[in-house]
């Protein structure tokens, strides 16, 4: 074949690649897709893969949920029988074996192939499904918006609006299903977010993945999106679940956080929100409940905060002395950053605002663990706000104050800076 034969057969082949859809403008689509997800999306079975380069450093297996992996690293995928709120399946790969949730009607099985564990719960008579309740601690409800890319199609398009760039991009198959795509991108230099872009079904108007742009980033440093999707009822046989011989059966009531309970099972419980990702916009600047997914089990009692909005919105702890000791340890230079188990002890008594699950017996818990992976990573920084310790990466900026305040949030560390100063004003 001649060099031209060659270039015209890759024009072909790429044209084909792109589906030809009617035209839509960037006004219309943002319509479709707000009407569409609003629809109920009727049962189906599907694959979703999280893939995530946030380029922070490796936590250790102890603090990543289910140790199975960090949301902020790597990629993980999770298969969805959906056939209404209370018939739903949750299917994660892990090493070796699987875990797996099954909700039919009001009861829910956790297995875990790896340690051979069934957890059999049984919801009360007055629930239906698995609502979500931040005061109750139980995981948010099983619904398709919270277990597909609607959920970060949703965060980022609340924020569309006078600090938004909106704009339509060549069509793209995803999942094997025809879909157009919106790019946003933010106007503000002080975001770190390049753009996002947002595939929409050509047929039903939901978002099929979404992908996010780190400033200088040549690739998705973030994105969620379907790897197949099939509309219709799931057989009947992915509710139901009968221990295999041999298998260890446990029986209980729903326990005061489902969330550990899924730990304990080994699914993961960020794999029911595929889409956390503190790094995209947030739809309001009011206080929120619950930990980071840029720091996982780093929350403190009281629960983080959200400072600013839209793309200049920032995640932000309230000050521990726990992590305060350990950023004055690595500032003066006297050890690796975290304090010693009597420190620890100590700081825990004289402040009722730590979390207890920032220490345990025998040494350092989870969280000084996470935290100790995230000093190392970082270097120190001054100014009138007072001092501390930054990790910068393409998308995401994390400041760990010397007062022991954690902020986390796509922007320059500019804002960082002076979210803390305005803070302390």
């Keep these: 074949m001649t060099a031209v034969g060659v270039v015209v057969a890759a024009a072909a082949a790429a044209s084909a690649s792109v589906p030809s859809l009617p035209h839509r403008t960037a006004a219309q689509l943002l319509a479709e897709v707000a009407e569409g997800t609003a629809k109920p999306l009727g049962p189906f079975t599907a694959t979703v893969q999280t893939t995530a380069n946030l380029g922070l450093p490796q936590l250790p297996q102890s603090v990543q949920p ?31 074996g699987e875990s797996d949730l099954r909700l039919n009607g009001r009861t829910v099985w956790l297995w ?12 009360p008579a007055q629930v239906t499904g698995l609502p979500g309740d931040a005061g109750t601690g139980v995981a948010p409800k099983l619904s398709p918006s919270s ?29 094997g299903r025809a879909a157009y795509q919106l790019a946003l991108a ?25 992908e996010v742009f780190g400033r200088g980033s040549t690739g ?30 446990k029986q209980q009531v729903v326990p005061s956080s489902l969330q550990a309970a899924l730990k304990q099972a080994g699914l993961n419980p960020a794999s029911l929100n595929p889409a956390g990702l503190s790094g995209l916009p947030q739809a309001s600047s009011s206080s929120q409940s619950g930990g980071s997914a840029l720091a996982p089990g780093l929350g403190h009692a009281g629960g983080p905060q959200v400072i600013g909005q839209d793309w200049l919105s920032v995640v932000a702890s309230p000050p521990s002395p726990q992590v305060a000791a350990a950023v004055q340890s ?59 310790r930054l990790l910068q990466t393409k998308l995401l900026s994390v400041l760990i104050t010397s007062k022991g305040q954690i902020l986390a949030g ?16």
């Design 410 to 425: 796509a922007v320059t560390p500019s804002v960082l800076y002076a979210d803390v100063a305005a803070d302390a004003g």
């Design 112 to 123: 875990s192939s790896t340690t051979q564990t069934a957890t059999r719960l049984a919801l």
């Design 220 to 249: 998705p440093v973030f994105s969620v999106g379907f790897t197949s999707l099939a509309f219709g009822t799931p057989s009947a046989s992915n509710f139901s679940f009968t221990p295999p011989p041999g298998a260890t059966v």
């Design 66 to 96: 289910g140790g199975t992996g960090s949301p902020t690293s790597g990629t993980q995928s999770i298969t969805i029988w959906y056939q209404d709120a209370q018939h739903v399946r949750v299917a994660e790969p892990v090493q070796a």
């Design 186 to 210: 933010p106007r503000s230099s002080k975001s770190l977010v390049s753009q996002v872009l947002i595939a929409i079904d050509a047929s039903r108007d939901i978002p099929l993945r979404v």
């Design 147 to 175: 277990l597909t890319p609607a959920a970060a199609a949703s965060q980022v398009l609340a924020a569309v609006g006078p600090s938004t760039v909106v704009a339509v991009q060549s069509n793209v198959d995803v999942a």
């Design 330 to 388: 690595m500032l003066s230079g006297s050890g690796p950053g975290i304090p010693s188990a009597a420190q620890q002890s100590e700081l825990s008594g004289s402040s009722s605002s730590a979390s207890s699950a920032l220490t345990s017996k025998g040494g350092p818990g989870p969280d000084l663990a996470g935290l100790r992976a995230l000093l190392l990573a970082t270097t120190p920084v001054h100014g009138n706000w007072g001092s501390g």
